[in-house]
């Protein structure tokens, strides 16, 4: 079955430090996977996704993730992060042959320190 | 892109009622998913609501708890059964583009309070 493991619950970072989330996954083949954000209050917003080809994938908001099949992580990685970044962030695997059927992680809460 | 409502936003409840919580898409999907968010928790896929046809439960969801109804390719509702307060969470409801960019929304959610 398909799990997805998010060691960080919580992070903290200045503003304008990098920052990189991690995400882990177990899946016997090469799965859909996702970031997603959660502000306070706000829905869910898809950050970028990986499907196939490119492995360094681009997303909004300056995000990036890399995609390492060897180590079965989907890292999100932001080079300079900003106070509006602080929310909290999902990562997700698609699970089965459906689209949209989303397994998450746990998430982790990201604090941004002036 | 899909633009997606929820109502109500928010409520509280007593145990023991139901409430009936709805989705409204701003354009014709095939799939409908509807996800829990416990406190301080992920995101739980429930089931999968496809038009003309009965949902799909993920494990640990049934429909006598959680009955679903699709009616057409842009509306959905769950109900939440004899609600107790584990049932507390926010409710959510998504749908896929079925097709390029394969990218899935999220309504708003739904905060359920159980008192």
């Known amino acids: 079955a398909q799990s997805v493991t998010q060691p960080d619950i919580h992070i903290t970072v200045s503003e304008g430090a990098s920052l990189e989330l991690r995400c882990n996954y177990s899946y016997g083949a090469t799965p859909y996977l996702f970031w997603y954000v959660q502000s306070p209050g706000q829905g869910l917003q898809l950050l970028l996704k990986?499907?196939?080809?490119?492995?360094l994938v681009q997303g909004i908001k300056g995000f990036e993730a890399e995609f390492k099949r060897s180590q079965s992580s989907f890292n999100l990685r932001k080079p300079s992060v900003h106070w509006s970044d602080a929310a909290e962030y999902f990562c997700a695997v698609e699970r089965g042959s459906t689209l949209g059927r989303l397994y998450f992680g746990r998430g982790t809460q990201l604090t941004v320190w002036p | 892109s899909a633009v997606i409502s929820q109502k109500p936003s928010r409520d509280i409840c007593q145990r023991g009622t139901s409430l009936t919580i709805q989705c409204q898409v701003d354009?014709?999907?095939?799939?409908m998913f509807w996800y829990r968010q416990q406190p301080g928790q992920s995101l739980t896929l429930i089931a999968t609501a496809n038009q003309g046809s009965e949902a799909t439960y993920e494990s640990g969801f049934v429909i006598d708890k959680f009955p679903i109804s699709r009616p057409n390719l842009t509306f959905s509702t769950l109900t939440v059964s004899n609600m107790s307060p584990e049932d507390s969470s926010i409710y959510l409801c998504?749908?896929?583009?079925?097709?390029?960019?394969?990218?899935?929304?999220f309504g708003p959610g739904t905060r359920l309070t159980v008192t």
């Open positions: 990986y499907f196939s080809g490119d492995t």
């Open positions: 354009s014709q999907v095939t799939m």
């Open positions: 998504s749908v896929d583009t079925g097709g390029p960019p394969y990218e899935q929304y």
